[in-house]
């Protein structure tokens, strides 16, 4: 069955940086674009980044754009979201996501497109 699995977050200061992993398992994740979402206590889930599935392209919300930045490595299964220059903003509970259809990132914004999610990672940025 399909899995995704996230790790690395935790409590970090201002101006730090955490490394998330996304595992993933029970699909080939070599025809699937993966998207990183958040969702903040109180807030709607909102859009982070997505890589396409032979990672030629790449997207990111502006609020990370230039501090963030998602990989993947197809051998290892993993997809990867290495944040740096943390801020406080930045802290809630991170999500990866499978894409519904094959060779598909249209519309990467849109978490409707994506099937399957993580159970999630908590990222806290205080002093």
């Known amino acids: 069955q399909v899995q995704l699995v996230e790790s690395g977050g935790g409590l970090v200061q201002p101006g730090g940086s955490l490394r998330l992993s996304c595992q993933a398992s029970g699909f080939t994740l070599d025809d699937y674009a993966i998207g990183w979402f958040r969702q903040a206590p109180g807030k709607e889930r909102e859009f982070v980044a997505a890589?396409?599935?032979?990672?030629?392209?790449?997207n990111y919300d502006d609020s990370v754009r230039g501090r963030f930045t998602i990989s993947r490595d197809n051998a290892k299964n993993t997809v990867y979201l290495q944040m740096n220059n943390l801020k406080p903003e930045d802290t809630a509970v991170y999500y990866c996501?499978?894409?519904?259809?094959?060779?598909?990132?249209?519309?990467?914004?849109?978490?409707?497109?994506?099937?399957?999610w993580g159970q999630g990672t908590q990222v806290t940025v205080s002093s």
């Open positions: 996501a499978k894409r519904m259809h094959a060779y598909s990132d249209q519309y990467y914004y849109d978490g409707t497109r994506y099937d399957y």
């Open positions: 890589i396409r599935w032979d990672a030629g392209n790449t």
